[in-house]
């Protein structure tokens, strides 16, 4: 039968601020089932706090994670995984900017939840890969969309095909890491600076920027730029946007309030 257990710690910091999700699973840090469904219970409870304005993703052990439940998956309805891409990428539908720390293998079902995430920064020793062509499968979490936009057809169907780990410098080169890191101290050093940048600016102009991104990236110039255009000028109409002209006037740092 599947895996059961495994936990998503959700913790908050800087006041309230920042939501911490922690993968708990062993050394190895296995996607169970119902670690899948929840994150997108996690996702969901984020999603509803106002107070909440950037979201990171680690976790506990030695790894970020090796994957999914391998075997498991034969105990589930073929049916039922149509919709399997819907929980663990929960942070591709949220509104709030997302951060993954990875530190070690990121694989599978890991490399899907990281990709649907919007930063991604990693130590040097740190590998990536889609390994289930190994299983006689492929990718059902996003993966071979996801890592196709983020480093070229012809990068991810190399890697997509044979299964082949991407190292962490190379991930950095190619764009799927923002930012890499020598040591663990180091990549949770980076976070937080990250962190400390985001929560200085206004989470209306934050989430209007990461939902623009995302759909306009997949369409048409002409509709992606049309569709920047409306945003700006909605975002012209917000107490942020005043906020942020009168302290550039005034050389003072803006107090932004999300509105």
Aim: charged share 25%; hydrophobic share 40%; proline share 4%.
């Amino acid at each position: 039968m599947p895996l059961q257990g495994g936990e998503i710690h959700y913790t908050t910091s800087h006041d309230g601020r920042v939501a911490n999700l922690t993968l708990d699973h062993g050394r190895f840090n296995i996607i169970t089932m119902s670690m899948r469904a929840l994150m997108q219970e996690r996702f969901a409870e984020i999603d509803r706090d106002p107070n909440v304005a950037v979201v990171v993703i680690r976790a506990q052990g030695e790894h970020f994670t090796s994957g999914g439940d391998i075997a498991g998956f034969m105990e589930v309805e073929p049916f039922d995984l149509t919709d399997l891409g819907q929980d663990v990428t929960a942070a591709a539908r949220s509104p709030k900017p997302v951060i993954t720390a990875i530190d070690g293998y990121c694989f599978g079902v890991g490399l899907e939840m990281a990709l649907a995430t919007d930063i991604r920064i990693a130590t040097r020793r740190s590998e990536f890969a889609l390994p289930e062509m190994r299983l006689g499968m492929m990718p059902g979490s996003g993966g071979t969309q996801r890592l196709a936009r983020l480093i070229g057809l012809s990068r991810a169907k190399y890697h997509i095909l044979t299964a082949e780990r991407i190292p962490a410098d190379k991930a950095e080169a190619w764009g799927l890491l923002s930012a890499m890191t020598e040591t663990r101290e180091e990549l949770e050093a980076e976070v937080e600076r990250v962190v400390a940048m985001l929560l200085g600016y206004s989470p209306s102009a934050l989430r209007t920027a990461k939902e623009v991104l995302d759909r306009g990236v997949d369409g048409p110039l002409a509709t992606g730029v049309e569709l920047e255009r409306k945003a700006y000028s909605m975002l012209r109409a917000t107490h942020d946007f005043a906020e942020g002209v009168a302290a550039f006037g005034e050389k003072r740092a803006p107090k932004f309030e999300g509105r």
